[in-house]
């Protein structure tokens, strides 16, 4: 186990970096790590909706920048990974039902599964938007792991959806671009946190 201590200065370590080293580079072990933390993440019902592409060419990240508000992560960092959520595949009963059948259930739990899976994803109001949900869960694996060693990162939101998706040749009509994360390292130290207090957020009902 890591003491609190340890966790609680990465917790501190992660910021949203603005801009980042051009010449360090992030090393493939390390970033398949973070990678691997974001495959391994939770996702609802088990359906892993996200797909990675992890930018490192240069040009492409010249491409986005315009589109990206011309935020100055885009092209500093490293490897600028968008999380890409599958709004068609997870209402696709081929996709559902071989994420299911990974479970080695019975005939019966199976399709117990598959009937409140399907009554769940009928009552969403927007599937593509559930998908998203989950790429940030992802993300934030993404963000934490790479904190854990020494790797900064930026979630980036402000970005125009469908400009980046033709540019990254996603189809919108079977998936949509969640965020992008930028990876790299840190420039400047980083502002302090400012959030709010710990008991105006959590209650506890004991
Ligand atoms: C989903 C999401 C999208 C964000 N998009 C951007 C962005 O486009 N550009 C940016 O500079 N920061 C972006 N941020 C960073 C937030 O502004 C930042 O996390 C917040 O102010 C808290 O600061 P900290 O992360 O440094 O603790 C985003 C954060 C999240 C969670």
Redesign the pocket.
């Known amino acids: 186990m890591i003491d609190q201590k340890s966790l609680s200065d990465i917790l501190y370590f992660r910021?949203?970096c603005?801009l980042f080293d051009k010449d360090k580079k992030i090393s493939k072990d390390d970033l398949n790590f973070i990678l691997e933390a974001a495959r391994l993440s939770p996702s609802s019902f088990g359906m892993e909706h996200w797909r990675f592409i992890v930018i490192k060419n240069q040009e492409l990240k010249e491409t986005l920048k315009p589109v990206c508000w011309n935020?100055p992560?885009i092209t500093t960092c490293d490897a600028l990974v968008a999380v890409v959520a599958k709004h068609k595949a997870v209402s696709t009963p081929v996709y559902y039902e071989a994420m299911f059948a990974r479970r080695e259930l019975d005939d019966d739990a199976m399709q117990a599964y598959v009937q409140r899976y399907e009554n769940y994803i009928k009552a969403l109001p927007s599937i593509k938007a559930w998908s998203q949900m989950q790429c940030?869960l992802a993300a934030s694996n993404i963000m934490n792991y790479a904190a854990m060693i020494g790797v900064d990162s930026?979630?980036?939101?402000?970005f125009e959806r469908d400009d980046a998706e033709k540019i990254l040749n996603i189809d919108s009509s079977k998936e949509s671009l969640a965020?992008f994360v930028a990876l790299g390292y840190r420039v400047n130290h980083q502002t302090s946190?400012h959030r709010l207090p710990f008991d105006e957020v959590v209650e506890f009902r004991e």
């Not at 930026?154 to 402000?158: D, F, M, R």
């Open positions: 910021h949203a603005k935020q992560q940030y930026c979630p980036l939101e402000g965020l946190k």
